[in-house]
């Protein structure tokens, strides 16, 4: 079993609709980061949390330290988000684990 | 502020053959890390460097190698090219803070191709 796990896969949605991805991870962490990246592989961080939530623009990043669990949700969803986002956990060694990434793809 | 930047862009080689990619950390961050990411994969971590020296190491064979030179750029070194080393490589850069988790910034990456 991965140590950091994300779901959907892959998701689709219409422009306009909410986004949720989410990402379980399983080891002891002292941040986590969300990450985006497009098409050509350069990778942008999104954000670096370690608790409660953080909310940037449209962006919204919430974790769960004792459920060892994040989301990431998008409002008003538009094209120019479909990107590959990934989740990754920084564990006590200093260490990142990168999740499989989840490919969101917004239909105009 | 450049940011992180990585070269080249694209590299093709030969099985066999050895490559060098070369990075340079965001102004401020002394701390350079390496990963190596597959088709469809998420990123997997080769190694870090802090001060010239490799700090951590993840689960790659010695034909990865690296180096930190004195103005914190970096490079790594893959010996005897398989045609599954054909990757994104990515370095990302951050600054070296004692206690506290550090948010790391990635280059664009270089992509290999190995025939």
């Known amino acids: 079993k991965n140590e950091v796990e994300q779901s959907p896969q892959n998701l689709t949605a219409q422009e306009g609709e909410f986004i949720t991805i989410n990402c379980s991870y399983s080891v002891g962490i002292s941040a986590l980061h969300w990450l985006q990246q497009h098409p050509g592989g350069g990778i942008v961080s999104l954000f670096m949390?370690?608790?409660g939530k953080k909310k940037h623009g449209r962006l919204i990043a919430t974790i769960n330290i004792q459920e060892k669990h994040s989301s990431l949700h998008i409002t008003a969803s538009h094209p120019r988000d479909s990107a590959v986002y990934i989740c990754a956990v920084i564990n006590r060694d200093d260490k990142i684990i990168f999740g499989k990434g989840t490919r969101l793809h917004i239909l105009p | 502020d450049a940011g992180v930047t990585q070269s080249p862009t694209h590299l093709i080689k030969t099985r066999g053959q050895q490559v060098t990619l070369r990075c340079s950390p965001k102004s401020g961050h002394d701390t350079v890390s390496w990963y190596q990411q597959a088709l469809g994969q998420g990123p997997q971590f080769i190694f870090q460097?802090?001060?010239?020296?490799?700090?951590q190491r993840g689960n790659f064979p010695d034909r990865f190698s690296g180096h930190q030179f004195p103005n914190y750029s970096s490079e790594l070194n893959v010996n005897a090219l398989l045609l599954g080393d054909s990757a994104l490589y990515l370095c990302?850069?951050?600054?070296?803070?004692?206690?506290?988790?550090?948010?790391?910034?990635f280059g664009p990456g270089t992509r290999l191709t190995v025939l």
């Open positions: 949390l370690s608790s």
């Open positions: 460097y802090y001060e010239e020296e490799e700090r």
């Open positions: 990302a850069s951050s600054p070296a803070r004692e206690g506290r988790p550090n948010e790391q910034f």
